[in-house]
């Protein structure tokens, strides 16, 4: 078996705190998803833990599980990240019933002390740096969950808390107890709705915010148009806003886009996730790939910085472009908190 190898040429990221938490990060993550969920055909566990392997040797810090992908995704990260645990933030998510997200949501505080002990297992390590519950569970009430947070990070097997797809009111009722280092929601140039509320909360609290889908599930680097198939399998399949038609209404949005990229010579993912950077320095958004290129390229987007007329200019496009279709399928919509 070959070891991994800790090399001194591994890239130097520059880093970003989440809020006022003292949690520091690379200031582009790695959203391990889609290694054996969502996207189609499963990973190979050794290419998986190579690719994770791989964005810490570009600099990526930052690495995103969750119970809910499967048990294999938190062992690929697992066994990818042990010789490097004390250089990186393992971030996972607890709160579906029987990890599912089809069968509900389940954040009972036995439940989550449950899940918190498998995690620490599959990933190999004796502390979760940043425990988040999936998604807010009505049947719950959230300061439950909180304490029953709070209790695991007194007992030293969790360092901090955080919550996905919640809304203000969840947001502050958990702050309330247990201190939320991160907010992590869906948040890119085709889905902008935290910037009504919930980027102002996580502001007045000092609390993180952690964008996943940064890319719009990919439609925003430019390779998919109307045109494009998803394997059997692909989380897409079933996704309003990836329908044929969607596809081509939105298509504006990804040519201004381009249109920028091509004058910078940059990508079309980099300065997507450079404008993301751009709008709060407490910002980390979690691009997630199976190919190491792609990975490659998103970690670059970290030293792209926009200018204030190309900042602008996304602005106006923003302005006259309508995006078309829902994010989720129904039963998805019904479990994020409003």
């Known amino acids: ?42 990973m190979e566990r050794a290419a998986g833990v190579a690719l994770v392997r791989e964005a810490f040797e570009s600099g990526i810090t930052f690495f995103d599980t969750a119970e809910a992908y499967g048990a294999a995704n938190e062992e690929i990260v697992g066994e990818a990240l042990v010789p490097v645990r004390d250089r990186v933030v393992l971030a996972t998510k607890f709160g579906f019933k029987n990890g599912n997200s089809r069968e509900g949501t389940d954040s009972r505080p036995e439940r989550v002390r449950q899940v918190a002990e498998a995690s620490l ?20 009430p959230i300061e439950d969950v909180a304490g029953a947070v709070k209790e695991l990070i007194q007992q030293g097997k969790v360092r901090h808390f955080g919550l996905s797809e919640a809304g203000t009111a ?19 140039l085709w889905w902008r709705e935290p ?42 399949n079933s996704v309003p ?14 040519d201004a886009v381009g249109a920028i990229a091509a004058r910078r010579k940059a990508t079309a993912a980099q300065i997507a996730l450079a404008w993301l950077l751009a709008q709060r320095a407490w910002i980390v958004p979690i691009p997630g790939t199976t190919r190491p290129e792609r990975m490659k390229e998103n970690a670059a987007a970290a030293t792209v910085e926009l200018t204030d007329d190309e900042r602008r200019e996304l602005a106006e496009a923003l302005a006259r472009i309508q995006v078309v279709g829902d994010r989720y399928p129904a039963h998805l919509s019904a479990l994020v908190d409003r």
């Open 1 to 42: 078996m070959v070891l991994f190898e800790i090399t001194e040429e591994a890239t130097t990221m520059r880093k970003r705190a989440l809020g006022t938490s003292g949690l520091e990060v690379s200031a582009i993550g790695f959203g391990c998803m889609g290694i054996s969920f969502a996207y189609g055909r499963p």
């Open 121 to 140: 297992r599959r990933l190999r390590t004796d502390r979760i740096d940043l425990f988040y519950q999936h998604r807010v569970d009505p049947a719950v």
């Open 170 to 188: 969840s947001i502050r009722r958990a702050h309330a107890v247990q201190r939320v280092t991160a907010l992590q929601s869906e948040y890119s």
């Open 195 to 236: 910037e009504k509320d919930v980027l102002p909360t996580c502001e007045e609290l000092g609390i993180g915010f952690v964008p996943f889908s940064p890319l719009g599930r990919g439609f925003l680097t430019g390779t998919i148009d109307a045109t494009t198939s998803f394997e059997k399998g692909d989380f897409r």
């Open 241 to 254: 806003r990836f329908s044929p038609e969607a596809r081509r209404a939105n298509q504006a949005l990804v």
